[in-house]
């Protein structure tokens, strides 16, 4: 097992390196979370706020901070990418699981915010699965 885990954004112009070295591993189903992925659910992965190295890319990155809650995203400005970023209250690194490019050791803890979870997102064992766009 490597004690250090790659990650980076779709077009490449951002790189990061973390310590394997994770206190919790969330799958976020809040409206906020909904909105800024496009999807059901943000995959995060919590660690210590200076658990990061930007090996390139640094200056790519931008965040949005939403006014009243601590909540965040950080995000290239070439494709959009989550990339990870320090929470307001500067307790964590929040690094999206999507975006590491190695293979991942910790296991999932919860399913958070499940309250505000999207009327139409179903557990994948009541759905057909395909391995691509299906015919
Ligand atoms: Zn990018
Ligand atoms: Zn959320």
């Known amino acids: 097992m490597s004690n250090k885990v790659n990650g980076g954004c779709l077009c490449g112009a951002i790189e990061y ?12 189903h809040c409206k906020q979370c ?17 658990n990061i190295i930007w090996v ?11 006014p009243e809650r ?3 995203k950080s995000f290239c400005q070439s494709c959009g990418s989550a990339v990870p970023y320090v929470n307001k209250s500067k307790t964590s690194l929040i690094v999206p699981a999507g975006s590491v490019k190695t293979e ?3 296991e999932l803890h919860a399913n958070i915010f499940i309250s505000e979870k999207a009327c139409w997102s179903k557990s994948d064992v009541y759905i057909k699965s395909y391995e691509y766009f299906p015919e």
């Open 17 to 28: 390196q973390v310590k394997n070295d994770f206190k919790a591993f969330y799958q976020c």
């Open 104 to 106: 991942l050791t910790k």
């Open 70 to 72: 601590d909540f965040a």
């Open 34 to 50: 909904q909105v800024l992925t496009g999807t059901a659910f943000a995959s995060n992965l919590f660690t210590h706020p200076d």
């Open 56 to 66: 390139k890319g640094a200056e790519s990155v931008s965040i949005y901070q939403h």
